[in-house]
């Protein structure tokens, strides 16, 4: 904290930190001193020059954003030469501008010609001539229009773009009167702009607005606005929503606020139009004949009820299952996972994360005591090296990445590990390019390389180890063998680079991992996060600030619904299905017999299809899932899902899946309700209610309460989602002390275990959340995956998320904004390989083996090795799980999306 100092503004003295900028410290303390080209987020410009103050001792006028504090500063903010000074810049910036209003956008400009009297052309002393410049407008942005003849060359966008997002793509062109604003090297769409819209927000004239509801939205014809949490990835990002007859006209980024101060990416922007889309879900359908007929609720209902019921009762509690959904709020799930112990009797309850997380939750719980990551977002600018591995952080997470290019910006060290070229690779120091599937051997590698260059902390590893030193010479030994040429051999990645990388990481001061599905989606995938825990271990870089490791979650409450119970394993907060004390105590939460909280693991996502397939699983509950497009095996799911005696599935359209149920239930968005989000770091965030439910749909929430009272149960009688968040708090041990009132202006980070605690931004730096507080070293060897290239198979596929697209077909692609930028699904593969097999960029390709085939369009690139090819997953015409397999990691019981063996031809 910088040292407090005394100033005065007009008479009005101020106590403020040293160092601190002039113009912010005024407008917080109520002064507002006009200005265009500042903004708190960017570094100050003085372009305006509108902010000019008097500073006793020092000569004329200054810009006020350009100075810093000090002891004693005495300033004049407002008087009659100040104000002449600045109407007349007004008249001036005015003279250029087309002040056309159309109700649209804020208008800053619009504002100060008002308090100066300037909105009257005659009230002006300078002539203007916007018409006679010949301003250019670019509209070539599928989401943005840049209109020169509005732009006063504030600089705001510029910086932005630059500062904020770090993406550097906006710069003026010509100069003078006819200077403005150009993306890439001039037109907008032949730009890299990806469309965060951070211009938008900043732009203080309307010069750079959105094309989406351009046509409808008005100002002043905004009914509310509600602050909520983004529906997409796992950052977590505030947005606020503005609604206009009853529909989401616009998205902007709240800022002040953590996880995002302001920053959106293009999802979190322009995503939410999917709300009000007409395919919504409006009532209960009922299979009948093989047909889907509107129901009533009642109908339904007690439709659901009995069927659960007769299953339960003819074929034992075992055979009913559901999946819960990381899309839905914690309260949603909370309650899903209640239903599915207490009304069906056992513990068969997962979700995506089975698909996404689950090796790296596993692990981290062997080994660390927690599967959340142990940093603050904020931190990924602030460590002095980021080792990221199997995690396309830009696109996945973009505003995470915001702050990592910051960082970057100040002399971070970037280590880049991935199969895949993906864009962080562009701000990298190393890229480590293994061969997919040999992680083990490569992070093995490092470990020996650490210990070899003496970089071990060897403090750490004796006080905060089990076994210390003991433990640390198991694996010591257990790593010799992999040298730098083994390592080679196996991998690829040149010994030289991977031995740069184990010095740049173990040497650093401060070191961050930021870790993915690219790890963890293999059948070795618990083994390959053992592997990278060692490295971070014996190295030190967990237990301070700045340093640990971090899976950033990839949906919007992956984090949420394993805290809150939706698990085969763990109740509520990470507590074992068989520990008998927490099920005394859940069941006296619950106010229902001990006895009858099944005290058995139940089956995981994959496990219940296979129960399915077997016939030992006859009914299933889908709340927001969508098995038959992120399931493996595309073909065996079908099957399975026709196996089943009663399926239902609840949802907000209908999706791949919904064809096989035999009623499906219409649900509500993320904007419909109320709840809480937990982010990936651990942030509980609330979600607020914007708009109705369209039709008859309803809360999950309400909808779960129903059929369980029907199938003879109480879940507890709740009025509200706060109500529900308030028992969930009770059962999750880390959220204790975290209440609906605590979170209403900012999300708090778990562990939070009383009211009075301010919660918890870096994990671990005491101890670990073990037994004994202790570290476990997991010495595990390099073994080749049991799916390998043939020569029927030669290729080995890939598969991950883009920038544009999030998971299937229920939400962005139900967007135009995000579809103008990617909708159509393709293959990447190696120009090597595409040369040996006569194939050409855009031919129409098939990729088969023996699960299946599917086809897209071939694309030529150097961002994967040859023998190596990837996939996007999110488009249902061209599906990647086709293609992978069921096999299970042993210990995480996740599935290989990462690895399948297949052959490309021509179509």
Request: hydrophobic residues 35%.
């Amino acid at each position: 904290m910088s040292e407090k100092i005394s100033i005065s503004i007009d008479g009005k003295e101020i106590a403020a930190e040293a160092g601190a900028n002039l113009l912010q410290v005024a407008r917080d303390n109520g002064i507002d001193i006009p200005g265009l080209c500042y903004h708190r987020r960017i570094t100050p410009t003085g372009a305006c020059r509108l902010c000019v103050v008097k500073v006793e001792g020092q000569r004329g006028l200054l810009m006020s954003c350009t100075l810093q504090v000090a002891e004693g500063m005495v300033v004049t903010a407002f008087d009659r030469e100040l104000q002449e000074s600045r109407r007349h810049t007004v008249d001036y910036l005015l003279a250029e501008h087309n002040d056309h209003d159309d109700g649209t956008y804020h208008d800053e400009l619009r504002i100060l010609a008002s308090e100066y009297d300037l909105l009257d052309p005659a009230q002006r002393k300078v002539p203007n001539i916007f018409r006679s410049i010949g301003y250019r407008v670019d509209d070539t942005s599928p989401v943005l229009t840049y209109d020169a003849s509005k732009c006063i060359k504030c600089f705001r966008c510029i910086k932005g773009c630059d500062e904020i997002q770090g993406k550097n793509v906006l710069s003026f062109s010509e100069r003078g009167i006819v200077s403005h604003i150009i993306a890439g090297f001039d037109i907008w769409s032949e730009s890299e702009c990806d469309g965060c819209g951070e211009c938008i927000q900043l732009c203080p004239t309307g010069a750079i607005v959105e094309k989406p509801h351009r046509e409808t939205i008005k100002l002043d014809q905004i009914e509310k606005r509600v602050k909520t949490t983004c529906p997409y990835c796992g950052v977590g990002c505030q947005i606020e929503l503005l609604v206009q007859d009853g529909m989401i006209v616009r998205a902007n980024g709240v800022e002040g606020v953590s996880p995002n101060d302001g920053r959106l990416c293009v999802k979190g922007r322009f995503g939410s139009d999917y709300v009000a889309n007409r395919d919504r879900l409006k009532s209960p359908l009922i299979k009948r004949n093989g047909k889907f007929e509107e129901a009533s609720w009642e109908e339904a209902l007690a439709l659901i009820a009995s069927k659960f019921s007769d299953i339960k009762e003819n074929h034992g509690r075992n055979a009913l299952a559901g999946y819960a959904s990381a899309k839905c709020t914690n309260e949603d799930n909370y309650i899903f996972q209640k239903f599915i112990r207490i009304a069906f009797g056992n513990n068969n309850i997962d979700y995506c994360t089975r698909l996404c997380h689950a090796s790296t939750v596993v692990a981290m719980l062997r080994s660390i005591g927690d599967g959340a990551g142990s940093n603050s977002i904020e931190d990924f600018a602030l460590t002095d090296c980021l080792f990221v591995t199997g995690n396309n952080i830009i696109e996945t997470h973009p505003v995470t990445a915001t702050y990592v290019k910051q960082g970057r910006a100040k002399g971070m060290k970037i280590i880049v590990c991935d199969p895949k070229w993906t864009p962080l690779v562009k701000y990298a120091d190393i890229w480590l390019q293994p061969k997919l599937g040999t992680d083990v051997a490569l992070l093995n590698g490092m470990i020996r390389q650490i210990i070899k260059d003496g970089n071990t902390d060897t403090n750490f590893i004796s006080e905060r180890i089990k076994g210390g030193m003991e433990a640390f010479e198991e694996l010591k030994e257990l790593v010799e063998k992999y040298t730098p040429q083994i390592v080679e051999h196996i991998t690829t990645v040149p010994s030289d680079i991977m031995i740069r990388a184990s010095r740049m990481y173990a040497e650093a001061s401060t070191a961050m991992i930021a870790t993915g599905m690219g790890l963890s989606q293999q059948v070795t995938g618990t083994h390959n996060v053992f592997s990278l825990i060692n490295m971070m271990l014996v190295a030190g870089q967990i237990g301070r600030e700045h340093c640990g490791i971090n899976p950033p979650r990839g949906q919007n409450n992956v984090q949420g619904a394993t805290d809150v119970g939706c698990s085969p394993v763990n109740y509520p907060g990470y507590i074992p299905v068989g520990d008998s004390d927490n099920r005394r105590r859940m069941a006296a939460l619950w106010n229902v017999p001990y006895e009858e909280l099944d005290a058995e693991p139940g089956l995981s996502t994959v496990e219940i299809m296979h129960a399915a397939h077997r016939g030992e699983v006859k009914g299933l509950y889908i709340m927001g899932e969508n098995p038959m497009v992120t399931d493996p095996d595309t073909n065996h799911t079908r099957e399975a899902l026709e196996k089943l005696d009663f399926l239902v599935v609840q949802d907000i359209f209908e999706t791949e899946t919904t064809p096989y149920a035999d009623v499906i239930l219409p649900a509500s968005s993320y904007a419909e309700k109320d709840g809480t989000f937990v982010n990936s770091d651990r942030r509980v965030l609330r979600v607020r209610k914007a708009v109705e439910m369209p039709g008859e749909a309803r809360e999950d929430w309400r909808i779960i309460a129903e059929i369980a009272a029907r199938m003879g149960y109480s879940l507890g009688s709740y009025s509200d989602a706060g109500e529900i968040f308030d028992e969930l708090a009770q059962a999750v041990p880390m959220m204790r002390g975290i209440s609906w009132k605590r979170i209403d202006h900012q999300g708090i980070q778990w562990p939070c275990h009383d009211p009075g605690h301010p919660g918890t931004s870096t994990l671990f730096l005491g101890k670990f959340n073990t037994p004994d507080g202790k570290a476990v070293l997991n010495p595990v060897d390099y073994t080749e995956q049991t799916e390998k290239p043939t020569a029927e198979y030669p290729f080995m596929l890939n598969s991950g998320r883009i920038l544009y697209q999030y998971h299937s077909s229920t939400m962005s692609r139900r967007n135009k904004a995000l579809n103008d930028f990617a909708n159509e699904a393709y293959v990447l593969m190696n120009l090597v390989d595409a040369d040996r097999l006569g194939l050409r960029d855009g031919d129409r390709v098939r990729l088969s083996n023996s699960r299946g085939e599917l086809e897209t369009i071939l694309r030529e690139s150097t961002e994967v090795a040859v023998g190596e090819l990837f996939m996007p997953w999110h488009f249902s015409e061209a599906m990647v799980n086709n293609l992978t397999r069921a096999e299970l990691d042993p210990y995480s019981r996740i599935a290989p999306f990462k690895l399948s063996a297949c052959m490309v031809e021509k179509v």
